[in-house]
């Protein structure tokens, strides 16, 4: 159930274009740049289930363990998540500022999230951009 795309516009239309250190490479048909195939080896599903685990306080290495991943790999997603999350976070504060200027504030966005949260950990679970949305009703 390998599905690969090109690494720079994403296009699912490639031809093979030899190999270098033993790795398949492509080139995209569309924007003719060449990629290698990088599927990754756990599915953005079993990301997100390490996600969710790390979130009900599960351990890393519990989470690693059950997933057959690696500790600094379940680390780096976690890390990466944050990171994405804080992003998004930021661009839903930005949006509810276009929309309702001075009504709503980052802070009041956090806090809110976590008197409704189970504690601070599985409070940042809601902290997308679903929680602006919700604050925008
Ligand atoms: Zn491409």
């Known amino acids: 159930m390998k599905r690969i795309s090109c690494t720079h516009c994403g296009s699912s239309e490639y031809q093979r274009n030899g190999s270098s250190q033993g ?4 080139i995209c048909k569309r924007c003719t740049r060449c990629f290698s195939n990088n599927v990754p080896k756990f ?17 890393i290495r519990k989470i690693a363990l059950f997933l057959g991943a690696s500790p600094a790999g379940v680390l780096k997603w976690i890390r990466k998540a944050g990171q994405e999350l804080s992003e998004r ?6 949006q509810v500022e ?13 806090t809110y999230v976590q008197k409704n949260g189970n504690g601070q950990s599985s409070g940042l679970l809601i902290l ?10």
């Not at 790795?23 to 492509?26: F, G, M, V």
């Not at 976070?89 to 930005?94: E, F, N």
């Open 23 to 26: 790795i398949q490479r492509y």
């Open 43 to 59: 599915s953005r599903e079993v990301r997100e289930k390490a996600l969710q685990m790390y979130l009900n306080n599960v351990g």
């Open 89 to 94: 976070l930021q661009q839903a504060a930005g």
């Open 98 to 110: 276009q929309q309702l200027p001075d009504v709503i504030e980052m802070d009041e966005i956090y």
């Open 128 to 137: 997308d951009n679903k929680v602006a949305l919700l604050r925008l009703k």
